[in-house]
Nanobody, 116 residues
């Protein structure tokens, strides 16, 4: 049974940092590209970060580039998202996604709220 379980969300002040984790099970984690997406209230889900399965190459949209860092630990079957310099517009539910050959698996999400 495939499972992706996100954790690490919470309430943080503007300028603060959070580290999200996504623990995977039920599939060969090292063979999958892993991504983070987010969805704010009333908005479409948007891409946040991706890390490849072999080389570990990463890519980000301009909105988070230089502030967010995705990484993975294949031994622990976990992908991380380090988020720095958080702003109110980063408030959203954050989801991790596993992708390989057309197969997509999603986690349930973790809430991140950036507010004073």
């Amino acid at each position: 049974q495939v499972q992706l379980v996100e954790s690490g969300g919470g309430l943080v002040q503007p300028g603060g940092s959070l580290r999200l984790s996504c623990a995977a099970s039920g599939f060969t984690f090292s063979q999958y590209a892993m991504s983070w997406y987010r969805q704010a209230p009333g908005k479409e889900r948007e891409f946040v970060a991706r890390i490849g399965p072999v080389t570990g190459s990463t890519n980000y949209p301009d909105s988070v580039k230089g502030r967010f860092t995705i990484s993975r630990d294949n031994a622990k079957k976990t992908v991380y998202l380090q988020m720095n310099s958080l702003q109110p517009e980063d408030t959203a539910v954050y989801y991790c996604k596993a992708t390989r050959l057309g197969n997509n698996y999603w986690g349930q999400g973790t809430q991140v709220t950036v507010s004073t």
